[in-house]
């Protein structure tokens, strides 16, 4: 059994992660941190009879009460940092989704590695769809030098653009090897061509009623191609998020992005 710390539990994707947790039979859930719900029952917390396991509102405290064999992060981009190097000072492995990491959050990441026996795995999204819709991207980028990526989330997403984002605009930039530009356009409106980012176009929808959306647009001499994913609910994201925790054990140090772990 591996032993499963969840931080950011009372949170939709915590929350998420702990009932698929419960689920496997490979897995056990034997803590669960999260500032709000500190106290109660995690089971009281997911609509469930009592499971005996506190919400703690210290992560340091409870891996070193507990001692798990990875704990799952899903908490807000101010704090993974800190429960990052709390993972790492006390040699635990950890998996994290939380949004917003940073080029020079991973740079500080493979520092502090230098100095643990800790494995990490993070990835930008956990649904196996999207990370074929970014390999499908990079395919496409071969051939199409014209490109846009639109994504949507709900308006309670912390960072835009989102990590995917971001991450299929580095992996199309990598692919086309050649710079790209986007098209010059006056514009009426600040910001009404979204953000440039390796010379390609990005646009960030926030409301109510998405969970994770994104789409890629390739124009060409007479066409155009659109590659999309759809989350329409956090459970897409569980079968990565397993995938991720059964095998973070096995590859030493920092891995990044879920199509490390599969077979594309």
Known sequence: MIRVVVSGAAGRMGQTVCRT???DPELALVGAVDIVSAGKDIGEVLGMDNLEILVSDNLA???DEISPDVVVDFTHPSAVMDNIGSCLSSNTNMVVGTTGITEQNLEEIKSLLKTSDSHIFIAPNFAIGAV???????IAAR?????EIIELHHDKKADAPSGTALKTAEIIAESAGIPLKSAD???AVKGARGGDFKGIRVHSVRLPGFVAHQEVIFGGLGQTLTIRHDSIDRSSFMP???VAIKNVGKAKGLTYGLDKLLEL
């Open 61 to 63: 405290q409870a891996v």
């Open 21 to 23: 947790v419960l689920d």
């Open 143 to 147: 051939h199409f030098k014209s490109v």
């Open 132 to 138: 074929l819709m970014m390999k499908f991207s990079e």
């Open 240 to 242: 990565g998020v397993l």
């Open 185 to 187: 356009s006056k514009e």
